[in-house]
């Protein structure tokens, strides 16, 4: 990371990506990672996939993860391993005050793939390996992209996790 003058980026995420593990394949480093809350939002699973979305829903809330101090390059990380299906916003959360993040939302809000509460727990002991093989494959083909970009990432997620679910 350059010196001074460095942007720091604190992510909001509320899926995989709380899991430390995960965090340290995508970046190489572990952050700061703090509890928090996300107003105004509600979490879903999607039908054929090993994670959640966030949409806008006035009275919900997503309990999740903030990543504190991530670099240009880390929050690039992040974007390709969200792929297309999501756009970057900014939002505010709370733990004990108020603190304005970057989060990723889904971005059909009205996707017939959404149902039930996305469960954190059951993740980890069913779909977390799969997960870290297909994230560490991503994170090695974004270092040496070879003309491949954000569409061939989420073809990965869908193809490696689609798989998961099946077995």
């Known amino acids: 990371m350059s010196g ?3 942007q720091l980026h604190n992510v909001f995420v509320y899926g995989s990506f709380q899991e430390p593990d995960v965090v340290k394949v995508m970046l ?3 952050p700061e990672i703090i509890s928090v809350t ?3 939002f509600k979490r879903f699973r999607l039908k054929g996939r090993l994670y959640p979305c966030v949409i806008p829903c006035e009275g919900g809330e997503v309990h999740g993860k903030v990543l504190m101090g991530l670099s240009d390059k880390e929050l690039a990380n992040l974007d390709a391993v969200e792929g297309n299906e999501y756009e970057k916003v900014t939002v505010e959360v709370d733990n004990s005050e108020k603190m304005t993040v970057n989060t990723y939302i889904w971005i059909n809000k ?4 959404m149902y039930g509460e996305w469960d954190f727990e059951e993740w980890k ?3 977390k390996p799969k997960f870290m093989e297909t994230i560490k494959e991503i994170i090695k083909i974004n270092k040496n992209p070879q003309g ?4 061939d990432y989420t073809q990965i ?9 099946l077995s």
């Open 4 to 6: 001074s003058g460095a």
């Open 28 to 30: 190489d480093r572990t």
């Open 38 to 40: 996300l107003p105004g």
């Open 110 to 113: 009205h996707d017939s793939d």
């Open 125 to 127: 002991q069913l779909h």
């Open 148 to 151: 491949k970009g954000v569409d």
């Open 157 to 165: 997620l869908h193809k490696n996790l689609g798989d998961a679910l």
